[in-house]
C-alpha cells in the first residue's frame, strides 16, 4: 500500500525566513512525485511533478527536490502570500494515474 | 491553460434528496477525471476515478449506488449524491489529467456541500 507522510503538520515563519517541508513516501515503482498548494476553501493548485531521484524544479521561491524516499519543498525568503497547505502526492506506476495524498503541511507567514 | 471548473461551488440541501455537481476541463480534453473529498483540516481521499465512455472504478470503501459518476464526453464528468444525508457534507473535488509529456492531473476548486 502506498504511504506519504508530510511534516510538520503545521509551520509557522516569519516573513523571510526560508524553511523546509519533507514528504516521506513508500511506493512501489514511484511513477511521479506531485506537490500542490491549497487554498482555504478552493483546490488544489499544481506545483511540480518529479519523476527520479536527483531531480529538481523551482518556481519563484519555491524549489522541489526527491530522493528515493523522500522529497523536500524549500520556501526561500517567504512572504504573507506563501500561507497556505501544500500537499504532496505519489503516483505509482501499476496504478493508472491515482494520486495518494499526504496529509499536507499548513504554512502561516507572518509579516 | 489547463483549467477546470465546478459547479455549482456550494450547495445546501435537506436529507434525502439528491445533488448533481459538474465537472469541466475548460481548455484541453480529459480522458480520466477523479472524484475526491475532503473534510475539514484533512487531505484529499480519492473516490472513484471516471474514463470517459465507460463505468467508474471506485475506491474500496465508496458505495457506488451512492456516489453515481457519469463521464458523457472528454469534458464533463458528474457526480450525484443520492438520498443525502448530514454525513455526506463535505467538499468534493474533480482533477482532470492532461494529455501530454508527463502527467499532470489539474484540479477544479471545490464544490462545498451541505446537509441539513
Known amino acids: 500500500e502506498d504511504q506519504v507522510t508530510q511534516s510538520p503538520e503545521a509551520l509557522r515563519l516569519q516573513e523571510g525566513e526560508s524553511s523546509s517541508l519533507n514528504c516521506s513516501y513508500t511506493v512501489s515503482g514511484l511513477r511521479g512525485l506531485f506537490w500542490y498548494r491549497q487554498d482555504p476553501g478552493k483546490g488544489p493548485e499544481f506545483l511540480f511533478t518529479l519523476y527520479s531521484a536527483g531531480e529538481e524544479k523551482e518556481k519563484e521561491r519555491l524549489k522541489a527536490t526527491l530522493t528515493k524516499k523522500e522529497s523536500f519543498l524549500h520556501i526561500t525568503a517567504p512572504k504573507p502570500e506563501d500561507s497556505a497547505t501544500y500537499l504532496c502526492?505519489?503516483?505509482?506506476?501499476?496504478?493508472?494515474?491515482?494520486?495518494?495524498f499526504g496529509g499536507g503541511t499548513r504554512v502561516l507567514v507572518k509579516p | 491553460g489547463a483549467v477546470v471548473s465546478q459547479h455549482p461551488s456550494w450547495v445546501i440541501c435537506k436529507s434525502g434528496t439528491s445533488v448533481k455537481i459538474e465537472c469541466r476541463s475548460l481548455?484541453?480534453?480529459?480522458?480520466?477525471m477523479f472524484w475526491y473529498r475532503q473534510f475539514p483540516k484533512q487531505s484529499l481521499m480519492l473516490m472513484a476515478t471516471?474514463?470517459?465512455?465507460?463505468?467508474?472504478?471506485?475506491e474500496q470503501g465508496v458505495e457506488k449506488d451512492k456516489f453515481l459518476i457519469n463521464h458523457a464526453s472528454l469534458t464533463l464528468s458528474t457526480l450525484t449524491v443520492t438520498s443525502a444525508h448530514p454525513e455526506d457534507s463535505s467538499f468534493y473535488i474533480c482533477s482532470a489529467e492532461a494529455a501530454g509529456p508527463g502527467p499532470k492531473q489539474y484540479f477544479g476548486p471545490g464544490t462545498r456541500l451541505t446537509v441539513t
Open positions: 502526492a505519489v503516483q505509482r506506476k501499476a496504478a493508472g494515474n491515482k494520486l495518494t
Open positions: 471516471s474514463n470517459e465512455g465507460s463505468k467508474a472504478t471506485y
Open positions: 481548455d484541453f480534453q480529459a480522458t480520466t
